[in-house]
């Protein structure tokens, strides 16, 4: 499975119109909203109205990340946005009840749910949760900006995921985010990622949908 999913989060806000209209028109499967809150990362995006401009204009999957201290208050308004999923992130909860709570919570709204664990963060802490979750996100740079630089030592993630997946017949999707482009792409899909999330390398792009296919 080749999934790419366009980051917002580099796109023209001048120009919203048109740079939906660029998504909907491309191989991009997914839409990827990066959601910050100032506190669990050192930066601010938007919130749930942003979110509706994208979610009233296109058909596209819409992958909603959390970078968020309190991810049940933040899942909430996302869940009435109606996000098609959201992934939170493993770093950002207290304990482990907190994460079934919000595991159980987002799939009983009938939404995809997800983890996210960050560069430092050992993947074997997800093992507990994987035959729950439908997408785990790998992150390859420190969460909180675009534009950074992919850190290669985070491969070894997507083989453990995909290693587990097939031994123990789950279902998530694997997905990997921070510094994607037509260089590393490869690796990455064949480490075992499903689904690329890019925001600066195709946002920069001249064509945007050859920048999406130069992904696929
Ligand atoms: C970073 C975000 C990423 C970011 C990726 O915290 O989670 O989704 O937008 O941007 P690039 O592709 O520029 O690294
Ligand atoms: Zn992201």
Known sequence: MRIVAPSILSCNFMDLKNEIIKINDSKAEWIHFDVMDGHFVPNLTFGPDIFKYFKNNSNKFMDVH?????????????????????????EACQNENEIYELINYIKSKDIKVGISIKPGTDVKVLKPYLNLLDNILVMSVEPG????????????????????????????????????????????????????????????????????????
Do not use: W
């Open 66 to 90: 959390i970078m968020v201290s309190n991810p049940m208050f933040i899942a909430q308004l996302f869940i009435e946005a109606k996000a098609s999923q959201i992934v939170f992130h493993y």
């Open 145 to 216: 900006f675009g534009g950074q630089k992919f850190i290669p030592n985070v491969l070894d993630k997507l083989s453990y995921l995909k290693e587990q997946r097939t031994i123990n017949n789950y279902n998530y999707i694997i997905q990997i985010d921070g510094g994607i482009n037509n260089e590393n792409k490869e690796l990455c899909y064949e480490k075992g990622a499903d689904c690329l999330v890019a925001g600066s390398y195709l946002f920069k792009q001249e064509d945007f949908a050859s920048g999406v296919e130069s992904l696929l």
